[in-house]
Every structure is written in structure tokens, then in C-alpha cells.
């Protein structure tokens, strides 16, 4: 069964610093690696996401990185502002053609000013 | 708007008795699914719907029921809730499943707190 382990679980970054957190996965029949933010009181929202066949993607002070080979995707936050403490997740099937979702545990980012 | 709309928000029960955590979406979405979030242990899936009076187990399923009568509905049912149900659900929902693309919309939660 898919597991997915998501690293560090907490992470204080200095506002305008630079955030990286982390998703393993152990099955790779895998189209779609998606990060979801999640604000206190709040539902998780999907932020980017990116397919194996682009290493990177961008989309403003985001990216996301894959690294098939490790069997990791990266989610860096360039310039990381206050707004952006939440937490994020990274959620997979448990396996290709199974509609159970398994979540990481949550990376919890804190940026301090 | 899209919305995936959950009540109660709030609510704090005592042991043994029935509840019902309604949950509707406006997208007509194939696919609906219950998570528990718990500290430390992320969002759990505890049912999950690919269509009307379809549903399966998450990985949490114990003392849970679901429904589907209805696409926009998916109802979760505590038929005899204990203090270990204390959590923090969230009703989630997406065109179909776990394909690819497929954006989930997630709802603002329920407290639940059971004494």
C-alpha cells in the first residue's frame, strides 16, 4: 500500500527566505503530484501540481520539483512571506486505478518576520 | 462558487448518540470523500463515494457510516459516537477520483468533540 512520508514535519523560515519541504512516495504508477495548503480553520486547497514528465514547475513564488529517480517531489517557496505559514500537504492514490487517496502527514511552515 | 459545504461546523456530543455530519457540493462532482485530521497523524480518508449508492472504506472506516442517495450529498453518520471520534472532518470532493488532473475541493471542516 502507498505511503507517503512527507519531510521535515515543521520547518521556521525568516521572512524572504526560501521554504523547501519534501514528499516520498513508495509507488510510482503515478501521473499527477499535486501539493494541497492548508490555513488554520480552514479546508486544504490544492496549490500546484505537476506531472513526471517535467522535473519543475513554477507558478509565481512556488515550485515544484520531481525527482523520479528518488521517487520525490519538492515544493519550494521563494521569498517566503508571513501569509504562507500553513501547511502543506502531499496526497497519492494508494495505488494506480484505486480511488483511495493516501495523505502525507503535513509539512507545518512557519514564517516568522 | 464552487463550494463543498459541511454542517454542523461545531459541535461537542456525548458518548452513544447519533449524529449526522451533512455534506453537500455544487460542482456535480462524481467523487466525494470524509477525512479525519488528527494532530500528527495528517488527513485520514475515512469513506469514500465514486458515485451515487457507490461507496468503499478508507483507511479508517470503524464507526462510520455514509450514504449516497443524492450526487450533491454524502452524508457522515456516527451511529454511537465515542471520545476517540474527536476530530477535526473535512468533506471533500472532485470531478472522478483519484484520475489525473483532478483538483480536490475540500470543506471548511466540522469540530467534532465527543464527551
Known amino acids: 500500500q502507498q505511503q507517503v512520508k512527507q519531510s521535515p514535519q515543521s520547518l521556521i523560515v525568516q521572512k524572504g527566505g526560501i521554504s523547501i519541504i519534501n514528499c516520498a512516495y513508495e509507488?510510482?504508477?503515478?501521473?499527477?503530484f499535486p501539493w494541497y495548503q492548508q490555513f488554520p480553520g480552514k479546508g486544504p486547497a490544492l496549490l500546484i501540481a505537476?506531472?513526471?514528465?517535467?522535473s519543475e514547475k513554477k507558478e509565481g513564488r512556488f515550485t515544484i520539483s520531481f525527482n523520479k529517480s528518488a521517487k520525490q517531489f519538492s515544493l519550494h517557496i521563494m521569498d517566503s512571506q508571513p501569509g504562507d505559514s500553513a501547511t502543506y500537504f502531499c496526497?497519492?492514490?494508494?495505488?494506480?486505478?484505486?480511488?483511495?487517496?493516501?495523505f502525507g502527514k503535513g509539512n507545518q511552515v512557519v514564517v516568522i518576520p | 462558487e464552487a463550494q463543498v459545504t459541511q454542517n454542523p461546523r461545531y459541535l461537542i456530543t456525548v458518548t452513544g448518540k447519533k449524529l449526522t455530519v451533512t455534506c453537500s457540493q455544487n460542482?456535480?462532482?462524481?467523487?466525494m470523500s470524509w477525512y479525519r485530521q488528527d494532530p500528527g497523524l495528517g488527513l485520514r480518508q475515512i469513506y469514500y463515494?465514486?458515485?451515487?449508492?457507490?461507496?468503499d472504506k478508507g483507511d479508517v472506516p470503524e464507526g462510520y457510516k455514509v450514504s449516497r442517495k443524492e450526487k450533491r450529498n454524502f452524508p457522515l453518520i456516527l451511529e454511537s459516537p465515542s471520545p476517540n471520534q474527536t476530530s477535526l472532518y473535512f468533506c471533500?470532493?472532485?470531478?472522478?477520483?483519484?484520475?489525473?488532473?483532478?483538483?480536490?475541493?475540500f470543506g471548511e471542516g466540522s469540530w467534532l468533540t465527543v464527551v
Open positions: 471533500a470532493s472532485s470531478f472522478s477520483g483519484t484520475a489525473t488532473g483532478n483538483t480536490i475541493y
Open positions: 505537476i506531472r513526471p514528465d517535467v
Open positions: 463515494s465514486m458515485n451515487v449508492e457507490v461507496t
Open positions: 496526497a497519492l492514490p494508494v495505488k494506480r486505478g484505486n480511488n483511495r487517496l493516501a
Open positions: 509507488n510510482t504508477a503515478f501521473d499527477y
Open positions: 460542482m456535480n462532482h462524481e467523487y
